[in-house]
């Protein structure tokens, strides 16, 4: 009974957790180291930790050093990278559990977690500041543009080609000030998120076929659904948009046509989350859109929900600062990782239990 318990307990701990024999040999590993590593429990047993960590990193030194003392040892804000992804500050505990046996408990904590959390926060921050803005922009601007608009339309209509030309520009640039004053316009609707049971395969589904229909006709996509997956608290409307900004940003990172898009849903029941002043929601599924793109600047990458960051000539800056205040508003986090070759965002959103979840 004890021994049942126990092990809901250590599959249920939020962090990656290891016990090690004597060789380094893994011999436990939870539900999250398992995560972590993105392997199965069966491919990470028996298997040496410096396969996971590689010979040089600072979690072999740990071990080596708590085993050496005997005791336990702890190091903050390491960066560990497994598997070729990107590296990840973590904080790591290292226990020496039994000197007849030589076990070693090893605990890493993402401290991305956290950091992320409080991020995504300042996020939703920064979006309100915009809002605060976007009324009067867009009622400031709209009536001058229309006018302008207008005027161009007229010049065209007697205007010799060269003019002509010139004034269909005219028309264009409007346009464009227009988009950017509706998607601006965005952050001003303060209305609360209408819950209601979502399928977000469907959600998905819509926007990677549009996207390929158009702006992504260069990539590939591979959906990798988890069909067992439960619905989504949410207002599809606002979903689809989140996800339509993402695969915008993947086929913009991706120049050539080996471009992939991996869309990956799956259920991880340990992620929680409460923001302050808010009920606890738990988090279980979770959205990952991967590409195979050039990667975030690394100079934008703390940044990147933050409105009008931008690396594009044409960009707004106002796509992900558009996902991180919905996301928010559905009471979810998002996450992004981003290295040579790979950009991930996870996206992790409440599920949808009765009618009381409508807020
Ligand atoms: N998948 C990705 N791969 C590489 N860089 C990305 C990715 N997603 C976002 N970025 C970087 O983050 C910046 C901000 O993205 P965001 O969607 O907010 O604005 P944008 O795409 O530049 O403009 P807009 O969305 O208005 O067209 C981008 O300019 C780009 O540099
Ligand atoms: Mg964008």
């Known amino acids: 009974m004890i021994a049942t318990d126990l092990n809901a307990v250590w599959n249920g701990l939020p962090f990656p957790a290891l016990v090690l024999d004597r060789k380094r040999h893994v011999i436990e590993a939870n539900s999250a180291a398992e995560q972590f590593l993105s392997a199965s429990e069966k491919q990470i047993m028996k298997r040496g930790l410096t396969h996971f960590f590689g010979r ?7 071990v080596a050093q708590a085993v050496a003392d005997t005791s ?3 190091q903050y804000g390491v960066d560990v990278s497994t598997g070729g992804q990107a590296a990840v500050s973590c904080n790591i505990y290292v226990n020496f559990l039994s000197p007849e046996d030589g076990t070693i408990l090893l605990i890493v904590q993402p401290a991305g977690v956290a950091l992320k959390m409080s991020q995504s926060l300042t996020h939703l921050a920064a979006a309100r500041s915009v809002t605060a803005m976007a009324g009067m922009l867009a009622h400031e601007i709209r009536n001058p543009l229309a006018g302008i608009t207008g005027a161009a339309q007229l010049l065209a209509m007697n205007a010799s080609d060269a003019d002509k030309e010139l004034a269909e520009m005219i028309g264009m640039e409007a346009k464009r000030i227009g988009n950017l004053v509706d998607r601006v316009e965005h952050f001003g609707d303060q ?3 209408e819950r209601q049971p979502v399928n977000i395969h469907d959600v998905l589904d819509r926007a990677s076929r549009s996207a390929k229909a158009g702006f992504a ?33 993947s086929s913009e990172a991706i120049a050539d046509s080996r471009g992939q ?7 991880n029941s340990g992620m929680k989350f409460a923001a302050t002043g808010h009920r606890i929601e738990n988090l279980p599924i979770q959205v990952e859109v ?11 990458i703390a940044d990147v929900f933050d409105p009008f960051v931008s690396s594009k000539s044409n960009g707004t800056g106002l796509g992900l600062s558009l996902v991180s205040k919905i996301v928010a508003s559905h009471g979810g986090l998002i996450e992004c990782s981003s290295g040579e070759g790979k ?16 807020v």
Not at 290 to 300: A, F, Q, R, Y
Request: charged residues 20%.
């Open 56 to 62: 040089n990193s600072i979690i072999m030194g740990t």
């Open 191 to 193: 209305r609360p998120v």
């Open 290 to 300: 991967i590409d195979n793109g050039k990667g975030i600047p690394e100079s934008l």
């Open 217 to 249: 006709s260069h990539v590939t996509f591979s959906l990798e659904y988890d069909p067992s997956l439960p619905e989504v608290a949410g207002d599809p409307d606002q979903l689809l948009q989140v996800f339509q900004n993402l695969i915008k940003n």
């Open 343 to 358: 950009t991930r965002f996870c996206v992790r959103l409440p599920i949808w239990r009765n009618k009381k979840d409508t």
């Open 261 to 267: 898009i991996r869309i990956r849903t799956s259920y």
């Open 72 to 74: 336990s040892v702890s």
